[in-house]
């Protein structure tokens, strides 16, 4: 339960920070073990990312 709400926090666009004061970890490496973004969601950070460098 724990890596699917630090997950769905971070593909929230949540930092590291807040799921950890969420979570109650007293560190980000805690935090960052549980936060896993799937393959699709990081693919589609990246192509939003390049299409606003794009257009700019």
Known sequence: MRHDTASTLARDGRTLK???EILG???LASTDRYTHLSTAHK????NDTMARSISL
């Open 43 to 46: 693919s589609q950070v990246l």
């Open 18 to 20: 807040e799921i950890a």
């Open 25 to 27: 970890h007293k560190s």
